[in-house]
């Protein structure tokens, strides 16, 4: 669990198909614009794959809720990508809550964990062309451009940050 001033994470489980929230975030076509919907059938592959993650790596997506109601808001967290050998940090939330700093603060604290307790030395950010907020976000952590790829067969800016950019508060 990794708690901000505002937000809680706590790791996806394939339990969360139940409750139908990743559902109803992907089902925004605004939201899907980028990263693809899912059916209940989809989310439970989705989410059972990313359960598994956290078991072989020690990372994967979180949910995000909001400490002060519980709510669930998006997604946030690392995704290990075999094809490119590297850990991508993402984020999805639902747009009533777009334009609030939920992806920044969610994804400052992801970024401090995955460079801290697990010692990551690179975290990409894999963000479909014309998705200009979440460019926005990358740069204002401190990502900058890598290189341009292909990501589930759509074009996509590959930006990255290396440990030595990010600054971290335990660090002298």
Known sequence: MITTER???????????NVD???????????????????????????RDIQQQWTRRGHGLCAVTLRSTG????????????????????????????GQGYATE??????????GSLELTQITAMIHHGNTASSAVARRLGFTPLRED????????????ARDDHPSPDRH
């Open 21 to 47: 929230w990743w559902v109803r975030l992907h089902a925004d076509e605004e939201v899907k614009r980028f990263v693809g919907g899912y059916t209940r059938e989809q989310a439970a592959a989705r989410l």
């Open 150 to 161: 292909s990501v589930l067969n759509r074009p996509c800016t590959v930006y990255a940050l």
């Open 106 to 115: 969610a994804a400052q604290a992801v970024l401090a964990w995955g460079f």
């Open 7 to 17: 937000l809680r994470l706590r790791p996806l489980t394939e339990t969360d198909v």
């Open 71 to 98: 709510e669930t808001i998006g997604r946030c967290g690392l995704h290990w990508w075999e094809d490119f050998g590297e850990t991508e940090i993402g984020w999805t939330f639902a747009r009533a809550h777009w």
